[in-house]
């Protein structure tokens, strides 16, 4: 008898954090396919601000990353990989860094700029950091290695994982299909 | 130099000196034993379906390991991932794939599988496999939200495990090795323990 009480106590409280989980992701979630991306200034590792004025009129790709993630910097060689195209059509890419790098020590994000070449000083390739509040709004799970698709109107049409596994997403979105 | 190259030799040197030292102690012969466990495995009235455990599931374990090692450099555990195959992962699937059918083979001869020496292959084969489902991707910040850990909360202890599994994949892919290697030992005593105590396998035997 205190065995199935204490089981269904447990059960209980199991079910309750799963609410609990619940409500705080949904609390913070408000990247919405279909719906306008929030409109942030992101700050780059040079120093600079992109404001939302500076990416109205443009197709841009929000990454949202971890340096310690081995998908972000094989995802960065494949993005490297197709810089010329991208940039022909006038595709930005926004590869943020997590706040805090999501908890865990990795080698600096301008290191893994520089591993990949000149492609990765391109200037349609923006490197920064998100801000705890964008991370949360941004990431809300904490993922590392996920993407938003934006079009021109400032919409977001698609979001992804590991851009280097889903190319052919994204080449269908640079392309404006 | 490859990392998990470098984990997966450190593992079967390691796994080497704790087999000679296990023999020594015990005072079996490895080369003996091994001989033996072959010979009554592969070449007795078993080894037609000795054989078929071995090929089919090392070659199954061995294929998937070949794809979902790389996984985690991919992002995806596709096809796609082949293309960042490094020796290390191909060595490490060989090994932990035909190491695992291998141990299957052994334990099915001897008829008896003792819980030990199934819980360190499941662990090898499970081990192997923990970077590259729990980094990057969604398992664990799932677990954390569900067990209620609020938002910031989620955003700081994932990266913790995640960054960890990411930072430490070739020592887990290593770990694998060495528990599958060992596995395989243990399969060998088992089945030359067997042998000795017991009439010689055959078709006939109950």
């Known amino acids: ?177 | 130099m490859d990392p998990t190259l470098v984990a997966v030799a450190a593992a079967v040197l390691a796994a080497i000196a704790a087999i000679i030292v296990d023999a020594a102690i015990s005072h079996r012969s490895f080369a003996g034993s091994a001989a033996a466990a072959w010979d009554t495995t592969f070449r007795s009235a078993y080894a037609g379906r000795s054989l078929a455990i071995l090929v089919t599931f090392g070659s199954a374990f061995t294929a998937f390991y070949l794809v979902a090692l790389p996984a985690e450099r991919f992002g995806a555990l596709s096809f796609g991932a082949l293309q960042f195959l490094t020796i290390g992962d191909a060595c490490a699937a060989a090994l932990i794939g035909y190491g695992a059918g291998a141990t299957f083979a052994l334990n099915a001869t001897a008829r008896r599988s003792k819980a030990t020496q199934a819980t360190l292959t499941f662990g090898g084969v499970v081990a192997a496999l923990l970077p590259s489902s729990l980094c990057c991707t969604s398992v664990i910040p799932s677990l954390l939200a569900a067990l209620g850990a609020s938002a910031p909360a989620v955003l700081h202890l994932t990266g913790r495990f995640q960054g960890f599994f990411a930072t430490y994949a070739p020592a887990f892919i290593g770990i694998a090795v060495f528990a599958v290697l060992i596995s395989l030992w243990l399969a060998t005593i088992n089945l030359t323990g067997y042998c000795s105590t017991n009439p010689p396998l055959t078709e006939e035997s109950p």
């Open chain 1, 1 to 177: 008898m205190k065995f199935r009480a204490l089981t269904v106590a447990a059960a209980l409280a199991f079910a309750s954090s799963l609410a609990l989980g619940a409500s705080a992701q949904a609390a913070t979630q408000s990247v919405i396919v279909g719906k306008p991306a929030p409109a942030m200034q992101f700050r780059t590792i040079d120093g600079k601000t992109i404001s939302p004025a500076a990416l109205r009129g443009h197709r841009y790709v929000l990454w949202i990353m971890a340096t310690w993630c081995p998908s972000c910097t094989t995802g960065a060689a494949i993005v490297a990989q197709h810089m010329v195209e991208l940039r022909a059509r006038h595709v930005l890419i926004l590869q943020m860094e997590a706040a805090g790098n999501l908890g865990y020590p990795g080698p600096s994000l301008a290191s893994i700029q520089n591993s990949i070449g000149p492609a990765g000083r391109s200037p349609n390739w923006y490197w920064g950091e998100l801000t705890q509040a964008q991370s949360l709004m941004l990431d809300p799970s904490s993922t590392p290695d996920i993407y938003y698709l934006v079009n021109k109107r400032g919409t977001v049409i698609e979001q992804g994982s590991a851009p280097g596994a889903h190319w052919d997403q994204i080449e269908r979105f640079s392309e404006g299909r």
